[in-house]
């Protein structure tokens, strides 16, 4: 079946450095590519998203790029900061009735 | 809009006891879906529905169930709840055929089961 697999965190990064999370996913289609996020005690919220092969998904400075040869969405950002802090959770959706997860990465940006 | 909305936000009970976790959305979305999120384990599906009287399992089904009598609302029943039922769930919802497969999350409901 479909799954996803992130990189464990949790991932200790200071202001300004680069942020590279890495995704890889396994699927029987051309699933669509999301990035979510979830800050302290709130819900998901759609990070960025990509619909096909080579499409950049990007927002708040974040990208992704959809690699249909290595089957990768690596999640990154030139600079963070400390809002940044989060966890980050890859998931992809073959059928659109549900999105399958990844474990979720936790990122803490310090000063 | 205010989108999906969850109630309760915080619940405790007992072994034993049943109850039923509230979602509804007024975005006129078709798709609906309940996830649990437990750590280090990512969401996992529990139940969706893709329109009024029709749902469906997902991955994690034992122990709930749900039903769809309206577009709006989609309610999680847990029937005799267990230690292993603590986790914080999410309702989702997403347009119907057609639209991007993006989904909306309400803001959770986090239970506790002693």
């Known amino acids: 079946g479909d799954s996803v697999t992130q990189m464990e965190g949790p991932v200790t990064l200071s202001e300004e450095a680069c942020l590279t999370i890495?995704?890889?996913?396994?699927?029987?289609?051309?699933?669509?590519l999301f990035w979510y996020v979830q800050y302290p005690g709130e819900g998901l919220q759609l990070l960025l998203k990509?619909?096909?092969?080579?499409d950049k998904g990007s927002n708040k400075g974040f990208e992704a790029t959809y690699r249909k040869e290595t089957t990768s969405f690596h999640l990154e950002k030139g600079s963070v900061q400390v809002s940044d802090s989060a966890v980050y959770f890859c998931a992809l959706s073959d059928s659109g009735y549900a999105l399958n997860f990844g474990k979720g990465t936790s990122l803490l940006v310090t000063p | 809009n205010a989108g999906v909305t969850q109630t309760p936000k915080f619940q405790v009970l007992k072994t034993g006891q049943s109850m039923t976790l509230q979602c509804a959305q007024d975005m006129n979305h078709e798709y609906m879906s309940w996830y649990r999120q437990d750590p280090g384990m990512g969401l996992r599906l529990i139940h969706y529905?893709?329109?009024?009287?029709?749902?469906d399992q997902g991955e994690v089904p034992n122990g709930y169930n749900v039903s769809r009598s309206t577009t709006e609302d989609f309610p999680l029943r847990l029937l005799s709840a267990a230690p292993s039922q603590t986790s914080v769930y999410f309702c989702?919802?997403?347009?119907?055929?057609?639209?991007?497969?993006?989904?909306?999350f309400g803001p959770g409901t986090r239970l506790t089961v002693t």
């Open positions: 990509a619909t096909k092969a080579d």
């Open positions: 989702a919802s997403r347009p119907g055929q057609g639209a991007s497969y993006e989904q909306y």
């Open positions: 890495n995704c890889t996913y396994t699927a029987t289609g051309y699933p669509s």
């Open positions: 529905s893709v329109g009024a009287g029709i749902t």
